[in-house]
Nanobody, 114 residues
Framework: VQLQASGGGLVQAGGSLRLSCAFSGSTFSIKFIGWYRQAPGKEREFVAGISSGVSTDYSDSVKGRFTFYRDNAKNTVYLQMNSLKPEDTAVYYC?????????WGQGTLVTVSS
């Protein structure tokens, strides 16, 4: 599966951004699709996503501020990020997993200034 992420940028604390990730390829066998992020000097961490189309999960650090949703007609997933904090600064990656594959987008940088 090919992934193309976009939407990152510089925003002040309290502001909002929406990330997009368009995917293409063998999408019928997707088991998970979602977002991870990696802050400078830290490990990559889970942000939000959906497994087997059941329910959306969020990390505790973004719950109530971020919303993950999917537009099946456009083969695109989104991450609406509100009330951004400086600690949300990171490179955000979209990820898709299925039988025999675990693919990542190229990452999009989100910088939140205080």
């Amino acid at each position: 599966v090919q992934l193309q992420a976009s939407g990152g940028g510089l925003v002040q604390a309290g502001g909002s951004l929406r990330l997009s990730c368009a995917f293409s390829g063998s999408t019928f066998s997707i088991k998970f699709i979602g977002w991870y992020r990696q802050a400078p000097g830290k490990e990559r961490e889970f942000v939000a996503g959906i497994s087997s189309g059941v329910s959306t999960d969020y990390s505790d650090s973004v719950k109530g501020r971020f919303t993950f949703y999917r537009d099946n007609a456009k083969n695109t997933v989104y991450l609406q990020m509100n009330s951004l904090k400086p600690e949300d600064t990171a490179v955000y990656y979209c990820n898709v997993r299925g039988f025999g594959y675990n693919d990542w987008g190229q990452g999009t940088l989100v910088t939140v200034s205080s």
